[in-house]
Each structure stands twice: as C-alpha cells, then as structure tokens.
C-alpha cells in the first residue's frame, strides 16, 4: 500500500502550508476535509473591519467559524471609513 499525505504529523502539513502560495492553499483545501482544515489555518491572518452593518457581519461570521476564527491574528478596525 502507498503512503498517504493524510498520514503526515500535523507539523508536517503545516510546514507544507507556509512554503505554498495562497492561491496554492487555496487549491490544497479542496482536495479533502484533513487538508481542508490543515490549509484554512495559513490563509488569513488579519481582518479590516469598518463601521457599516456588512463588515460588521463579517466579523460575526469569521468569529462563528470554527476554522477561520482561529486563524485571525489581527483585527484593523477603520471607524471613520464607510
């Protein structure tokens, strides 16, 4: 039996995810639920949050995430832009 990417240590996978693109991460989360997961985690990293009800949801949104949210380093918050 061949070996599987799925059977690498999380460290491993992760160490993968920071030398690719993000459009490469991107693609890597399709192809199943362990890579879906492994890859959401370097894909975003700061939020812009603007005082308008849209980007408000959004924030409530990524916060209701059980992947993204974990993934948020930064949160810019812009109260004078529309």
């Known amino acids: 039996s061949?070996?599987?990417?799925?059977?690498?240590s999380?460290?491993?996978?992760?160490?993968?995810?920071?030398?690719?693109?993000?459009?490469?991460i991107e693609n890597l989360r399709l192809v199943n639920k362990y890579w879906s997961e492994i890859g959401g985690e370097h894909l975003c990293f700061e939020i812009y949050v603007f005082f308008n009800r849209k980007s408000f949801e959004r924030l409530l949104a990524i916060?209701?995430?059980?992947l993204i949210r974990k993934s948020i380093?930064?949160?810019?918050?812009?109260p004078l832009q529309l």
């Open 10 to 24: 999380p460290e491993i996978s992760h160490m993968i995810c920071t030398n690719l693109q993000i459009s490469d």
């Open 63 to 66: 916060s209701q995430h059980p």
């Open 2 to 8: 061949g070996t599987s990417l799925e059977n690498l």
């Open 73 to 78: 380093r930064t949160i810019f918050y812009e």
